[in-house]
């Protein structure tokens, strides 16, 4: 596609419940990173994939979140036993190189764990 | 560990004046920054960027200022528009690609 696609845009969850999330990058970007908006707060970094390095998973918040790139393409976030803080829009994005110039976001998964 | 700082969480300004949202930073490392701006139920889009050898940038009516020394860069919109009504975003890259970002600014363009 021409953008990056996230899905679902939209899930609600039960506590204790896991869930995944899922990113479609743009076709051609090695790079792929993962961040998240709570209530209020500014963007902050989860993980990043760059093609058959291995991910930089230094802003992942606990063991509970997991994320996978399957082929250079598509990756999955998973949050295991989801708790409320967790409640948050997570974003995807995807970049042609490592610069960090010029990312390009998709429009988010809006989790809320209740 | 806040590297990049945007104190403003709002501001409100009339149509056809000047926005000025204002970014601090911590890492003198960092040697290249950019804008995003943010609607609702969207992901942020790049805006306009700068590099630590310029100290403006200029793309219609988008300009970044950069300070070096008071590690403070800033974004002036003139004139404001209602469409500009998001959140602005100041980044800035590390090591690997990864942008840090601030908290944002929530600009409000009043007609």
């Known amino acids: 596609g021409a953008g990056v696609s996230q899905s679902p845009s939209n899930k609600v969850t039960e506590k204790g419940k896991d869930v995944e999330l899922r990113c479609d990058p743009i076709?051609?970007?090695?790079?792929l990173y993962w961040y998240r908006q709570s209530l209020g707060q500014g963007l902050e970094f989860l993980i990043y994939f760059q093609g058959n390095s291995a991910p930089d998973k230094s802003g992942l918040p606990s063991d509970r979140f997991s994320a996978e790139r399957t082929g250079g393409s598509v990756s999955t976030l998973t949050i295991q036993r989801t708790q409320q803080e967790d409640s948050a829009v997570y974003l995807c994005?995807?970049?042609?190189?490592?610069?960090?110039?010029?990312?390009?976001f998709g429009s988010g998964t809006r989790l809320t764990v209740v | 560990d806040q590297q990049v700082k945007q104190n403003s969480p709002s501001l409100s300004v009339q149509e056809g004046r000047i926005s000025i949202l204002n970014c601090d930073y911590t890492n003198s490392m960092f040697d290249y920054f950019l804008w995003y701006k943010k609607y609702p139920a969207e992901g942020p889009t790049f805006l306009i960027s700068?590099?630590?050898?310029?100290d403006k940038n200029e793309d219609g009516r988008f300009t970044v200022f950069l300070n070096k020394s008071a590690k403070h860069l800033s974004l002036h919109i003139v004139p404001s528009q209602p469409g500009d009504s998001a959140v602005y975003f100041c980044?800035?890259?590390?090591?690997?690609?990864?942008?840090?970002f601030g908290q944002g600014t929530e600009l409000s363009v009043k007609p």
């Open positions: 994005a995807s970049s042609i190189g490592a610069s960090g110039d010029g990312y390009t």
């Open positions: 700068i590099s630590s050898i310029k």
């Open positions: 076709s051609g970007h090695t790079a």
């Open positions: 980044a800035a890259p590390r090591w690997g690609g990864k942008l840090i």
